[in-house]
C-alpha cells in the first residue's frame, strides 16, 4: 500500500522562481472555513432529536447489533459515548452483542465543507467504530452509486485508522487509481480529531488538522468515479465483529467510544 519514491533534481534558477511564485502560492492556499453547525454534548443526559437519531437495527456486519437500549448512550461530561457491550438479556433480544449508533439522516446534511470529529476510541477483540457519510437522496441510483466516504474506521486494537472511499467506481469497476484509500497513525489511547473535506474536484481527509490523502476527480469514461457533488449525511458508530474486523472477544468487552465534539464548516 505504502510506496517511497526518491528523487533528486536539479532546478534552473528560473525554474526555482517559477515554483515559488505568485502561481505556486495561489496552488497551495488553503482554503478558509466558516463554522455553520456543530454538535458538543453539553447537556446531560441529553441527546438531540433535531439532529440525531439511533441507528436502526440492519443485515450488514456494520448494523447487525444496533440496538436502541439506553445505556448504549450516554451524553455525560461534554461528550457523547457509544458503547458496545455483551447482550445479557437474550430473552428480550436473541442478538449476542448489542452496539450504539446515530447518524443525522433526513436531519442534517452538507454538501461541500468540512466535517471534524474529536473522539477517543475504545479498543477490544472485534470492535470496529467508524465515522462515515453517505448521500442524503440517491442522485446516481442505487447504492454504491452515490458512494461512502468513510472518514475514520479503526480494528480491534491497531495503531492506525481507516480512511476510504468507496463508490461504483472503486466497489463494482474495481478501479484503484486514484488511490482511494490510506492508513493514518493515532494516539491509540488519546483524542484525535477525524475529518474530510468535500470539494468540487476533490475530497481530502484529515487527521489532526493535517491532509492525509486526497481522492481527485478524474477525467474518465468509466461510470461513477466521482459522485461526490452532493449532500452527505454523518454517521457515528460503535460496531462489533464481521468479516473485516474479524470474531468478538467477549472476555474483552464492554467497550466504549468517546466522541468530544462534531463540527461542520463551509468554506468563506
Not at 80 to 92: K, M, P, Q, T, W
Not at 149 to 178: A, C, F, W
Amino acid at each position: 500500500m505504502k510506496h517511497t519514491i526518491l528523487r533528486t533534481a536539479l532546478l534552473s534558477g528560473a525554474a526555482l522562481f517559477a515554483l515559488s511564485g505568485p502561481a505556486a502560492a495561489r496552488r497551495t492556499k488553503a482554503p478558509k472555513w466558516k463554522l455553520i453547525w456543530k454538535e458538543d454534548f453539553r447537556k446531560p443526559g441529553f441527546l438531540d432529536p433535531a439532529k440525531w437519531s439511533k441507528i436502526p437495527r440492519g443485515q450488514a456486519d456494520w448494523n447487525n447489533y444496533m440496538s436502541p437500549r439506553e445505556e448504549l448512550y450516554e451524553v455525560k461530561n461534554g461528550h457523547l459515548v457509544l458503547h458496545g457491550i455483551v447482550n445479557d438479556r437474550r430473552d428480550a433480544d436473541t442478538a449476542a452483542y448489542l452496539t450504539g449508533g446515530v447518524w443525522t439522516r433526513d436531519k442534517f446534511s452538507v454538501q461541500y465543507g468540512k466535517i471534524e470529529i474529536r473522539a477517543r476510541l475504545g479498543e477490544a477483540g472485534g470492535a470496529w467504530p467508524a465515522f462515515w457519510m453517505l448521500s442524503q437522496d440517491e442522485k446516481y441510483g442505487p447504492y454504491p452509486k452515490n458512494g461512502e466516504v468513510d472518514i475514520m474506521e479503526h480494528l480491534n486494537r491497531d495503531s492506525v485508522v481507516y480512511q476510504t472511499i468507496h463508490s461504483h467506481y472503486t466497489l463494482k469497476l474495481g478501479q484503484d487509481t486514484p488511490q482511494r484509500f490510506t492508513t493514518a497513525p493515532i494516539d491509540r489511547h488519546g483524542y484525535n480529531t477525524y475529518g474530510v473535506e468535500f470539494h468540487p474536484d476533490r475530497v481530502v481527509f484529515t487527521l489532526n488538522g493535517r491532509p492525509t490523502l486526497t481522492y481527485p476527480k478524474i477525467d474518465t469514461e468509466l461510470e461513477g468515479q466521482f459522485p461526490f457533488d452532493q449532500a452527505y449525511y454523518l454517521l457515528l458508530d460503535m460496531q462489533l465483529g464481521g468479516s473485516w474486523v474479524g470474531p468478538v472477544d467477549p472476555a474483552t468487552l464492554p467497550v466504549k467510544m468517546e466522541i468530544d465534539w462534531v463540527k461542520v464548516y463551509k468554506q468563506k
